[in-house]
């Protein structure tokens, strides 16, 4: 029940991040979704809860793309920019007569698009050009990379984004092959523009279409979640993928049990750090400066002490996390309190800061700055290390 709850807030919180009003997801609903998409999910099944989560997302993702279907079946004219009609007329024109046109002609087309209206002309060149070499018995495989990226460039460079999501499509019309290669063009895009809706519709299309993620997509979504400031979205997604076994390198790890402490959620750091011992990896810094912030919030200061005493060798990156741990951690940690109770947080915090400090100085490892005097003392948005 825990594992379906999880899910089923995941998808309800990416709901509403692909609409402009919140959508109910109730739990009739959900029951509906999961009974109809509980397939696994290609090499990425084993154990009983594997791919379940994705398996959810599945659902919910052709519900989405059927959607998009219905409104490209929708006729209209279509109009794009002079050069890119153009290239269109000429394209179709050459189509028309059953032959085959310059292998120039379609890569340039798609270079030259500068507007959504470019971009549909681009889509039905290509959905024409397939047709034609399908019927012509030339079609022996679909578009190579090349044409694949210069479709999705031309989509990102004339602020169509979403559109390149029908490259990822696994029956689509227009000859590309769904892969984790257009994915992560889309999620560096996202990425970029810090675009969590559009990053999370990728990561939607690409489990409807059984395009399976990777340690590299896993790399861009979670920096993605944590350049976007919503570490929920990163934790939340962290689990999902690490459930559906995308491995983690030890920098990815580093930025998820940090998150997990900055957002003073405990049992996610003891839970994130059990990740990194099955996979047989030594404490960083960075993951033993969070098993310190999630002991100093269970009331263990002195043991904070000695996790940071025992594993941080590193002298120089350990006095910068240190300072950040006394400066800018309580900031984050207060932001979401209320006024009422943010004094007495603060308070508390302080005095199990301080014990932590003097056990550090009584163990030869003095902090590099005076906690009591420093004590959210720092600016909240100037965090990179911690």
């Known amino acids: 029940m825990q594992g379906a709850r999880r899910v089923e807030a995941l998808v309800q919180k990416i709901c509403n991040r692909l609409t402009s009003s919140p959508v109910a997801i109730t739990h009739e609903s959900f029951v509906v979704l999961r009974s109809g998409h509980g397939d696994d999910w290609g090499p990425m099944a084993g154990a009983s809860a594997t791919a379940k989560g994705f398996a959810d997302l599945r659902g919910l993702g052709r519900m989405w793309m059927s959607a998009q279907a219905a409104q490209e079946e929708e006729k209209e004219v279509l109009t794009g920019g ?28 798609l270079k030259s698009c500068a507007s959504p ?47 390149a999501l029908k490259t990822l499509w696994k029956k689509n019309p227009y000859g590309f092959t769904p892969a984790v290669y257009q994915a992560h ?35 861009i979504i979670l920096r993605t979640c944590k350049e976007a400031g919503d570490m929920e979205l990163l934790l939340q997604l962290a689990k999902e993928l690490h459930i559906n076994g995308v491995q983690f390198d030890e920098t990815l790890f580093d930025i998820i049990i940090s998150c997990a402490a900055n957002s003073g959620d405990v049992k996610e750091v003891h839970e994130v750090q059990k990740w990194r011992e099955r996979r047989g990896l030594n404490h960083t810094v960075p993951s033993a400066i969070a098993l310190a912030k999630a ?92």
Not at 119 to 134: G, P, Q, S, Y
Not at 193 to 217: F, G
């Open 82 to 109: 002079v050069e890119v009609q153009r290239l269109y007329k000429q394209l179709i024109e050459t189509l028309g007569k059953k032959r085959m046109p310059e292998a120039s002609k379609l890569p340039y087309l």
């Open 117 to 163: 209206a470019d971009v549909k002309l681009a889509f039905d060149a290509t959905e024409r050009l397939r047709d034609l070499k399908a019927v012509q018995g030339q079609q022996k495989a679909n578009f190579n990379r090349r044409m694949v990226q210069l479709m999705v460039e031309a989509c990102i460079q004339s602020g169509d984004a979403h559109s």
């Open 185 to 219: 063009l889309l999620l560096k895009h996202a990425r970029e523009k810090k675009d969590l809706k559009l990053m999370l519709q990728v990561l939607k299309t690409m489990v409807t279409n059984d395009v399976r993620p990777v340690p590299a997509t896993a790399d």
């Open 295 to 386: 002991s100093v919030l269970e009331g263990n200061p002195k043991e904070a002490a000695q996790v940071i005493f025992d594993n941080c060798t590193d002298l120089e990156k350990r006095a910068r996390y240190l300072s950040l741990m006394i400066q800018v951690w309580p900031l984050q940690l207060s932001a979401k309190l209320d006024e009422s109770s943010k004094e007495k947080f603060l308070e508390e915090l302080k005095e199990k800061l301080l014990v932590m400090a003097d056990t550090l100085h009584e163990l030869g490892s003095a902090l590099p700055l005076n906690a009591n005097e420093q004590f959210a003392k720092g600016k909240q948005g100037h965090s990179k290390a911690a």
